[in-house]
């Protein structure tokens, strides 16, 4: 079960449909930042032995989506390059409490959330691309990305009482459903993965 206080509307699809090598060039970032992400916890956090082995696992995942993310960029023949983000993440980080123990739990629930609503949105590509191979691909992917949701949870239950995770989650759901409705960069005006 995601954890998503919003449904993302038909209007995100529409406009993902008409941009599919910006949408899938951005998707290709954001695999290549989750494996980022979960490498920089590894070395923020050596001390917590829990989050070792999942976050080496799943930032090993996040690898080999960018490369079947990237392989479809080329079979489609266009290239990978720089793209500016969306404001999602920054956004979203937001509410990351400065102070430990706060703040891993924040970052935690802001990954988890990440994690979410990328797989809200696959699983509503993986029926609207009307190239086969990628509905094919974004079945795949929808598979992982809830089961990474369901670890960065995994992991904060682990590490905190149940009824901080509780509230704290029931903040960044709502802060989510916030950044997820912010426009796509001005510079370009075409939508993100975790744009409006
Ligand atoms: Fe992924
Ligand atoms: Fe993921």
Request: with cysteine.
């Amino acid at each position: 079960m995601l954890h998503l206080a919003t449904k993302t509307p038909d209007s995100w699809v529409d406009r993902a449909l008409a941009h599919p090598a910006v949408i899938l060039l951005d998707h290709a970032h954001c695999e290549k930042k989750a494996a980022a992400t979960a490498i920089n916890m590894l070395f923020r956090y050596p001390q917590h032995a829990s989050l070792l082995v999942p976050l080496s696992h799943l930032a090993r995942e996040e690898l080999l989506h960018f490369e079947m993310v990237l392989a479809h960029i080329r079979r489609r023949g266009d290239a990978f390059d720089r793209l500016a983000p969306s404001a999602y993440a920054a956004e979203l980080v937001k509410m990351v409490r400065p102070a430990e123990p706060d703040r891993l739990l924040d970052f935690l629930l802001c990954f988890a959330m990440i994690e979410a609503r990328s797989c809200e949105r696959m699983a509503l590509l993986a029926d609207a691309w009307p190239d086969a191979a990628l509905r094919e691909l974004y079945r795949d992917l929808v598979l992982s990305e809830e089961r990474h949701h369901s670890t960065y949870l995994a992991l904060a239950a682990d590490l905190y009482p149940s009824a901080a995770v509780e509230a704290r989650l029931r903040t960044a759901m709502e802060h989510e459903a916030r950044a997820v409705a912010l426009p796509a960069p001005a510079r370009d005006g075409q939508p993100r993965l975790h744009s409006a």
